[in-house]
């Protein structure tokens, strides 16, 4: 089992370089299955879920080829319509392969995604909506089983913002006959890259980054060259990191008007930092105050960044609430960090934090990506060491987090015992 060993050692001090968006680069690999022509993505962030959805790529027939931050994806040979249970099991974004099927293929055949820590993560939405372009969609046996000879335009409501939701209705009306509607849209950056990149196939798509987006299909979709956005949650991850350590970190490759709400209330609770049009430099401080966050769908403050959050007020003066808003069990790093010596109370979807509290290392156990993220900035600040068990949630979505916080000069060392 692979642990993080983790030394508490100070105030970071050094650079980091964002990686490519682990939630941009998903989609944008299965919007290639759309396309009979090659597409290559550029700045692909190296992470387990990238793996994972190349695996399923290539299992549909398709030709792949990763190497380091560059990916070409060939969708000419696609030659199945079907995913096996354990990708999907794996990972959920293998949802984002319905869509494009549906419209390539006119079949899918994709296991229901169960739930995971942080909710029952239903997809009704995804269905319901494809049942309006004139898809047939059934539950079988624990797998969605959908044909559709074509596709058709329509008007969609979502009753609920939904990211891969949006991008799936996204990918699929591009090749269905008429215009479609999207009402209610996700305007997350990741939606605003994937109709950049569908664009660049041919699609013809307007008012993405917007709550309602249009779509006006096309007869087929071209090969294109895209690279992937900066990860703004990353980004977010390693302010938080200076943030708890009161260091002077300075972050590049990254886009901070990605995540402006976030750094608002990291400056509302006293950060200081510069940003420029591609990097970010937080600065030393001389303590944090506590700061009231509500997770809302962006352009609010990012549910991906509530966890981080939290660690970092563990160190702030005064009580912070935190609301979380999108997601029914997304608090349990909040557990562990109690075992370090954090004082939190949760109650249903809010967690009240006191601090400053000193933390002390223990063993932790990881269990989902940005839960495993807070536990590590939990470590960097803790008095002694801190070992977070099961760390591959980590892998899933960081791109040598470990590596890089070693650089700025974090103690950590990845192991197995
Ligand atoms: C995407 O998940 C991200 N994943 C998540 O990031 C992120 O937390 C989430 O959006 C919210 O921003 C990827 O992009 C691969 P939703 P997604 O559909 O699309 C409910 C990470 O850490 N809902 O926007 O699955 C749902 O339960 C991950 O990188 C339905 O009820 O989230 C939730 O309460 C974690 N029915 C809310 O909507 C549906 O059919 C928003 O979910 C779909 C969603």
Do not use: W
């Not at 944008?28 to 387990?48: D, G, K």
């Not at 409501?157 to 849209?185: H, P």
């Not at 995540?259 to 303590?287: C, N, T, W, Y």
């Not at 609430?321 to 010596?341: C, D, P, Q, W, Y």
């Amino acid at each position: 089992m692979p642990i993080l060993t983790i030394e508490g050692n100070g105030p970071l001090d050094g650079n980091v370089v964002i990686s490519g968006a682990k939630n941009a680069a998903l989609p944008c690999l299965t919007a290639c299955i759309l396309s009979a022509e090659p597409v290559t993505l550029l700045n692909v962030p190296q992470v387990e879920d990238i793996k994972t959805m190349c695996t399923l790529l290539r299992e549909l027939g398709m030709v792949v080829e990763e190497d380091g931050d560059r990916v070409y994806v060939d969708g000419g040979p696609i030659s199945s319509h079907s995913t096996r249970y354990d990708l999907v099991k794996a990972m959920r974004a293998s949802i984002l392969a319905l869509g494009p099927m549906l419209a390539r293929l006119g079949r899918a055949e994709i296991s229901l995604p169960g739930g995971c820590a942080i909710g029952s993560r239903p997809v009704d939405f995804h269905i319901a909506a494809l049942k309006k372009l004139g898809a047939e969609i059934t539950l079988e046996h624990g797998n969605i089983e959908a044909s559709a000879t074509k596709l058709y335009g329509a008007d969609i409501y979502f009753d609920k913002v939904s990211v891969t939701g949006t991008e799936n209705l996204m990918m699929a009306a591009t090749l269905a006959a008429g215009t479609t509607i999207i009402r209610n849209a996700a305007q997350e950056p990741e939606i605003i890259d994937l109709a950049s990149l569908l664009r660049a196939m041919g699609a013809k798509i307007d008012g993405d980054g917007t709550s309602t987006i249009n779509i006006h299909g096309v007869e087929s979709l071209h090969g294109a060259t895209h690279s992937v956005i900066p990860d703004r949650i990353e980004t977010g991850t390693y302010v938080c990191a200076a943030a708890i350590t009161a260091g002077h970190l300075r972050i590049e490759r990254c886009l901070p008007n990605h995540l402006s709400r976030f750094l608002e209330q990291m400056h509302r609770a006293g950060l200081e930092f510069e940003v420029g049009s591609d990097f970010i430099e937080v600065l030393p401080h001389k303590g944090l105050s506590a700061n009231d966050v509500q997770t809302q769908p962006h352009p609010g403050f990012p549910t991906d960044m509530q966890a981080q959050y939290m660690a970092v007020m563990t160190q702030a003066e005064g009580r912070t609430l935190i609301t979380e808003s999108i997601f029914e069990n997304r608090f349990m790093h909040a557990v562990e960090l109690k075992r370090m010596g954090a004082d939190i109370r949760i109650d249903g979807h809010t967690a009240l934090v006191t601090g400053p509290s000193l933390l002390s290392g223990t063993d932790v156990q990881a269990t989902d990506l940005r839960a495993s993220a807070s536990l590590v900035l939990a470590g960097l600040v803790a008095d002694g060491q801190t070992i977070i068990h099961d760390i591959q949630h980590l892998s899933r979505g960081y791109d040598r987090l470990d590596e890089k916080l070693v650089l700025a000069g974090a103690r950590i060392e990845r192991s197995a015992i």
